[in-house]
């Protein structure tokens, strides 16, 4: 059963209030969040949908960190994100927040598992235990037969599967997951969803998933959908 707002110590995962994201000054400028007030709760996987423009990819890219927002407060993981500043925020993301996108983003000359393994390295792990942790993460992705094989060697499907075995090496708190199952037949989607439900919810983490697929619905607790830069309807799906 998913965790409550309770759940761990009290806390959401994320909880932003009066959150504005403007880009651009005078004639050009594009209000693309508008007093966005929402809490995403641990142990849950959130999806986040609405039409494109509707600033759905603005909302997560502010959640972790990769941009700004132009007001309002945003608290992620029990920390200030608003008022966290340079080192300290890519410390933050890269040790605390795990990112799996549309464009699987990895990289030619490397194997699945050091794919896999490429936060960990950065983190300054012995590159033998590294391998060792992403192979393990693979097999549970059901990619055990696939931990040599070069990114051009692997389907669609296969690939998103490295980069979410890449996304959770590092045992984040808050998975962020930008149109996922885009790139994917619907059967392929339905299981890259399934793969991150299974592998990814736990009590003591928050994923959310942006997405277009109405397919995939049902694999969230919660869908929050957006318009127009605002919030219009949580919906939290009866437990049980």
């Known amino acids: 059963m998913p965790a409550t707002l309770d759940s761990p110590a009290g806390t959401a995962a994320v909880a932003l209030r009066g959150v504005g994201k403007v880009f651009g000054i005078g004639d050009t400028r594009v209000a693309a969040l508008r007093e966005v007030d929402l809490d995403l709760p641990y142990g849950e996987l959130v999806l986040l949908v609405g039409p494109s423009g509707c600033g759905k990819t603005t909302l997560i890219s502010v959640v ?23 080192g300290r925020k890519v410390r933050f993301r890269g040790e605390r927040i795990g990112f799996v996108f549309q464009q699987y983003n990895l990289l030619p000359a490397l194997t699945a598992a050091e794919n896999a393994a490429v936060p960990l390295l950065i983190a300054g792990w012995n590159r033998r235990k590294a391998v060792a942790r992403a192979a393990d993460l693979l097999t549970e992705v059901g990619l055990a037969d696939k931990l040599t094989a070069y990114p051009s060697q692997l389907s669609g499907g296969q690939q998103q ?80």
Do not use: N, Q
């Open 64 to 86: 972790a960190g990769l941009l700004d927002p132009s007001e309002g407060e945003i608290e992620v993981l029990g920390e200030s994100l608003s008022r966290m500043r340079g």
């Open 161 to 240: 599967r490295v980069a979410i075995a890449r996304a959770l090496v590092h045992e984040p708190k808050l998975l962020v997951c930008d149109e996922p199952t885009a790139a994917l037949d619907a059967a392929s989607g339905r299981t890259v969803m399934g793969l991150i439900r299974k592998v990814a919810v736990e009590p003591d983490r928050a994923v959310v998933v942006v997405t277009h697929d109405s397919r995939v619905y049902d694999f969230g607790d919660r869908i929050v959908s957006m318009a127009d830069g605002r919030v219009e309807k949580v919906e939290v799906k009866p437990a049980g």
